[in-house]
DNA sequence: TGCAAGTTTGAGACTTAATATCAGTGATAT
DNA sequence: ATATCACTGATATTAAGTCTCAAACTTGCA
C-alpha cells in the first residue's frame, strides 16, 4: 500500500466515514493513475478491478474525497470534472491553452504567500492549488 | 463601456474573431455580473436584454473568450462549469470546503514565482488562477 | 455594385455528465 | 438479538455540453 493510498484512507476514517472495500477500490484506483481522471472514467477502471462498484458509490466516494480535502475536482474544458490529489497539500499546473497540455511541477514558494491569507482573511488554510496558463514551448 | 468591457471586446478583436451584437451582449452581461456564472445562467441572462440570443453562441462565445485567454472555466462542484474574468491577467479566491463560500481577493505576490517558471518550463506565461481552500470563520 | 468565400448564428436533436430515489445490505452499539 | 444508521448499487431523471445544418451576415475582390 503506497503512502498516497495511506493518507486517503486515513483522511476517510479519521472524520468518521468507514473505509469500506468499495471505497478502498475507489482509492486504490484513483491514486493508481494518479489522479486526473473524471469520475466515469475512474468508474470504469475500478469496476476492472472490483466489477460490483457501482457508479453512484465512485461518485460519492470522489465527493467524501473532496469534502475532507484530499482531493479537489478540476475543470479541464472537456465536459466532465477532473480530480486530482491534493494530499500533499497544493497542486500546481501550467497548463497551455492552445494544446491543452497539463504539466504538473510540485515547487510552490507560496506556503508564505497561503499562511498571510489566512491570518488576513481569519480562514483556516488546508491546501492550495496554483493552475498557471499560457503557451508551451511547442506553441509559439 | 467599462474598462472590462473593452479588455474582453479587444480580445476578441485583436485575435481576428468578430466582435458581432450577440458576442457584444454576452460580454457586456458577462461584466455586468462579475463573473461567477455558469453557460446557461449567463445565458438566461443574456436573453433578458438580447432575447435573440441562442444558448449555443453563449457557449460559443465562452469558449472563444476562454481560448484567447481572458475569462477561465472553473469547477465549484455545482454540476456546471462557471467563468471567472482573467483579463487583470490573474484570479484569485478562497474557498470554504464547509458552506462552499467563495471569497475573492486581488492582491497576490506570485507574479515572481509564475516568471521563474515560465523561465525554467521555456512556457510563456499569461495568467494564473490561484484557490487556497480550508475552513472560513465560521465554518471552524 | 455584384458576387464568392468564409464566418457567425440559432433551432433542434443528440450525447454525456451529474443527481435523485429507494429498497436492500452491512456495520455498530446496546 | 435487535434497533439504528451508514453505505450500496440499479434505475430513473435532470442538467450540461456537443453536434449538425441551413440561413444570415461580413468581408474582400471583380
Ligand atoms: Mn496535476
Ligand atoms: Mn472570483
Ligand atoms: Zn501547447
Ligand atoms: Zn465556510
Redesign the interface.
Given at each position: 500500500m503506497t503512502n498516497e493510498v495511506e493518507t486517503l484512507s486515513n483522511a476517510i476514517t479519521e472524520n468518521g466515514y468507514r473505509l469500506t472495500a468499495a471505497r478502498k477500490a475507489v482509492i486504490e484506483t484513483l491514486v493508481a493513475c494518479g489522479g486526473h481522471v473524471s469520475a466515469d472514467q475512474l468508474a470504469k477502471r475500478v469496476r476492472e478491478v472490483a466489477p460490483q462498484v457501482g457508479r453512484m458509490t465512485v461518485f460519492r466516494t470522489l465527493e467524501v474525497l473532496?469534502?475532507v480535502?484530499v482531493i479537489?475536482?478540476?475543470?479541464q474544458?472537456t465536459g466532465a470534472?477532473h480530480y486530482v490529489l491534493?494530499h500533499k497539500g497544493s497542486h500546481h499546473h501550467?497548463i497551455?491553452?492552445r494544446c491543452h497540455q497539463v504539466?504538473d511541477?510540485d515547487q510552490?514558494?507560496?506556503g508564505d504567500?497561503?499562511q498571510r491569507?489566512?491570518q488576513k482573511?481569519?480562514?483556516?488554510?488546508?491546501?492550495?492549488?496554483?493552475?498557471?496558463?499560457?503557451?508551451?514551448?511547442n506553441c509559439?
Open positions: 473532496g469534502k480535502g479537489r475536482p478540476i475543470y474544458g470534472a491534493m501550467l497551455c491553452i504539466i511541477f510552490c514558494e507560496s504567500l497561503t491569507l489566512g482573511f481569519d480562514f483556516q488554510v488546508q491546501s492550495h492549488l496554483l493552475e498557471v496558463y499560457g503557451l508551451c514551448k509559439r
